[in-house]
């Protein structure tokens, strides 16, 4: 069942149906290449193959479905994350508000979940290490990015991303880890240095 109703999935005026039949919300490459702007699905399939081996099976499936004259065709759908990764790619003019919009539609299914499942201490203070090194990634990312953008290198628009766009990430996570911290019995954390490491965490200022 899909949390999110269909009548939400509109970006830009363009109405994005779910992919029926499949457990979460799941967009074709037609309508993700519709809601980029790209002027046909090729495109979206191009990015794709491209980076196929940052995708996992939970972003990307290929479909067999029924068209008229009840031949089959295969298609490719992505979930959200899916489409969130497709659009990090791809240099629209819209491709940076329709990964804020992904985003918010996830950030609305995870709260209206009605199974949350339960992390561990130990995979909780796991998460706020893996925190920690993203918001350094992003730090040291927007700081270097002038220099590798001067420099023509082809890894600037990830630098870029990485240092501007990443926080539209891990501003909800570190607000999801802070609530968390507050459940945690620190006793039963095996990690070494976990104490000082999450004091640093709850005093520290989220990036901008």
């Known amino acids: 069942m899909n949390i999110v109703a269909k009548s939400d999935l509109n970006f830009?005026?363009?109405?994005?149906?779910?992919?029926?039949?499949?457990?979460?919300?799941?967009?074709?490459?037609?309508?993700?290449?519709?809601?980029l702007e790209y002027s046909n699905s090729r495109a979206v399939t191009m990015l794709y193959n491209k980076y196929a081996d940052e995708f996992t099976s939970g972003m990307t499936q290929v479909l067999e479905v029924s068209t008229t004259g009840n031949y089959r065709k295969r298609v490719r759908v992505f979930s959200l994350r899916g489409a969130h990764l497709i659009a990090m790619f791809a240099r629209t003019p819209v491709a940076k508000e329709f990964r804020r919009w992904v985003l918010d539609i996830l950030d609305r299914e995870v709260t209206q979940s009605p199974i949350a499942s339960r992390l561990s201490d130990d995979e909780i203070v796991s998460l706020c290490y893996l925190q920690i090194w993203m918001e350094k990634a992003q730090q040291v990312?927007?700081?270097?990015?002038?220099?590798?953008?001067?420099?023509?290198?082809?890894?600037?628009?990830?630098?870029?991303?990485?240092?501007?766009?990443?926080?539209?990430?891990?501003?909800?996570?570190?607000?999801?880890?802070?609530?968390?911290?507050?459940?945690?019995?620190i006793k039963k954390v095996k990690s070494r240095n976990a104490e000082g490491m999450l004091k640093n965490f709850v005093n520290s200022k989220e990036l901008h």
């Open 141 to 185: 990312s927007k700081e270097i990015y002038p220099a590798i953008r001067q420099l023509g290198s082809e890894f600037s628009g990830i630098m870029y991303d990485l240092g501007n766009e990443s926080r539209f990430v891990t501003r909800p996570t570190r607000k999801i880890l802070l609530r968390e911290i507050q459940n945690l019995d």
């Open 12 to 35: 830009h005026g363009n109405a994005l149906v779910p992919v029926s039949n499949i457990t979460g919300t799941w967009l074709t490459s037609s309508d993700l290449a519709k809601a």
